[in-house]
């Protein structure tokens, strides 16, 4: 039984060794959805989502790696047909007795964290359910019948049609056993405008703005791009410019909302302020903001620096300090 568990170690320790990576990756658009979603982030969904992106990583790493060292050896040696009995599972276990049954087994827990995950991050039902983790186990199964889509030169494990069957029954499990665990699918969503977000909350919305505008710049360069035309010498003003858009004008004629502080629930307009005063705050943060944006070196680091110490210290932003010049008793 130890021999059959220790054929796994290898591919989980492959999956724990890129599960940093993977998750490091996706941080940035798993806190925007969480922030869109609810508002405000949730810790302890946060801590399940992370261990979802370890089991889809072991998933595949436990049914796709490793791969066979020599491939052209192992294609001549090796021809590996679909097996596509539904009950060649019988004969398995009369033949091969514990380890067909451990292989069952393995195949049936492999896939109830899925069920769990589906059900209680996403609130799917048992059909929906039943009809992923099929789709799942259909897509580890052809890869593995592809040589992993044509990485590899031919077929390096059995395609199995008691995997199938055994992988959405391990998804079902888990679905039923997520009722016994907290359910974070239906989490309460932040009320009203936040006039004073974080500084995590604050840098993903910027972040995610600063995307949209490079998206924008890009889709008004690339006429002139097509046409031939000198587009370089007009790229890094069509950069500023709709920075100066997502920055400066939007939050200004809108509420103090960017665009994807408007779908994350913050606001920059945590006070009433008279359009001069308006215009100097928005002015100075859009300032600041691309300096640290579009000058190199030195400049940048001190104005990231200065922005992370003023929160810190203050938990204000130092374009703040225009309002003392408009203040009202």
């Not at 998933?59 to 001549?76: G, H, I, K, N, S």
């Not at 059900?119 to 593995?144: D, H, M, S």
């Not at 009203?192 to 840098?203: A, K, L």
Request: with cysteine.
């Amino acid at each position: 039984m130890w021999d059959f568990i220790s054929n796994f170690s290898n591919s989980f320790l492959f999956a724990v060794f890129l599960w940093p990576f993977m998750a490091l990756f996706l941080t940035l658009p798993v806190l925007l959805v969480q922030y869109i979603r609810f508002h405000k982030v949730y810790v302890r969904r946060m801590v399940v989502i992370y261990l979802l992106f370890l089991y889809v990583l072991a998933l595949f790493a436990f049914t796709l790696y490793p791969l066979p060292d020599d491939p052209e050896a192992f294609c001549v040696g090796k021809h590996l047909s679909p097996q596509l009995n539904p009950i060649q599972f019988l004969f398995d276990i009369k033949e091969e007795g514990v380890k067909a049954t451990l292989q069952i087994i393995a195949n049936v827990v492999f896939f109830v964290p899925l069920g769990v995950f589906l059900r209680n991050l996403f609130g799917k039902k048992l059909l929906v359910t039943v009809f992923v983790a099929l789709l799942t186990a259909l897509l580890i199964e052809t890869a593995q019948l592809t040589g992993a889509f044509g990485i590899f030169p031919c077929s390096y494990r059995l395609f199995d049609v008691n995997d199938l069957m055994f992988n959405t029954l391990g998804a079902m499990i888990g679905f039923g056993l997520a009722g016994f665990l907290p359910n974070f699918s239906k989490l309460k969503k932040r009320e009203g405008v936040n006039t004073n977000p974080g500084i995590i909350q604050r840098m993903v919305v910027f972040v995610a703005d600063c995307l949209l505008g490079g998206v924008l710049a890009l889709i008004i360069i690339s006429p002139a791009y097509f046409l031939g035309m000198a587009w370089r010498e007009w790229w890094l003003v069509t950069q500023i410019s709709c920075f100066v858009i997502m920055q400066f004008v939007v939050p200004l004629f809108f509420g103090g909302k960017t665009v994807f502080g408007g779908l994350t629930g913050v606001s920059l307009d945590d006070k009433n302020r008279g359009w001069p005063n308006r215009l100097l705050f928005y002015g100075l943060r859009a300032g600041i903001l691309g300096c640290m944006m579009f000058y190199d070196g030195s400049v940048a680091g001190i104005l990231t620096i200065t922005m992370v110490v003023s929160w810190a210290i203050f938990r204000k932003m130092p374009y703040k300090i225009v309002d003392i010049f408009f203040h009202r008793k």
